[in-house]
């Protein structure tokens, strides 16, 4: 059953993506890199993917639900913020579940590259397990520089040197 991409387990949330990309009359999913993030904050980055993801459908909603309290109107379409939406209309789980397994398969990826940041459990978020890994490695190219994760070690940070071919899974 589909539900907040959150209150299911990751292996639910795998069996059902496939369902969804199948099911759904249209789909897709884009990102905006940590770069960007820095310097348009959070906020203006997700709508900014929104938008990005709405610009490859094949398809023109009539009219957009949207988790959340805020949103940037997008081609004058009309469209509704929905508080916890996720919990209450199916196609904002399905879109939840896109985005989390999406966004597993990018850090998974990133784990490969730098395994020091444990990017395959904690996905990006400030574990003690990552912030410890920040203390002892520094930054690296993949890390949003706005979030203040460690504040007390931001001045000393050192950025590891990367290897600028590395792309991520799209």
């Known amino acids: 059953m589909l539900n907040d991409s959150k209150q299911l387990t990751k ?15 249209a789909y897709s999913v884009a990102s905006v890199n940590n770069d960007e993030i820095d310097r348009i904050n959070i906020l203006q ?50 879109a939840s579940i896109l985005a989390k397994t999406y966004r597993d398969d990018y850090m998974t990826n990133l ?26 490695h520094g930054l690296c190219r993949y ?7 460690i504040a007390a070690i931001r001045s000393n940070v050192t950025v590891v040197a990367e290897d600028d071919n590395f792309q991520p899974a799209t």
Request: hydrophobic share 35%; glycine share 6%; net charge positive.
């Open 45 to 94: 980055a997700s709508f900014k993917a929104m938008h990005l993801a709405l610009n490859k459908l094949n398809y023109k909603p009539e009219i957009l639900l949207i988790d959340g309290n805020r949103f940037k109107v997008y081609k004058k379409l009309p469209h509704h913020c929905i508080i916890k939406g996720d919990g209450m209309y199916a196609s904002i789980a399905a």
């Open 11 to 25: 292996e639910e949330r795998e069996q059902m993506r496939p369902v969804i990309e199948q099911e759904s009359l």
């Open 143 to 149: 890390h949003r520089k706005s979030f203040n994760i």
């Open 111 to 136: 784990h490969q590259k730098h395994s020091v940041y444990c990017w395959h459990n904690n996905k990006g978020y400030g574990t003690p397990e990552h912030r410890n890994a920040i203390k002892e």
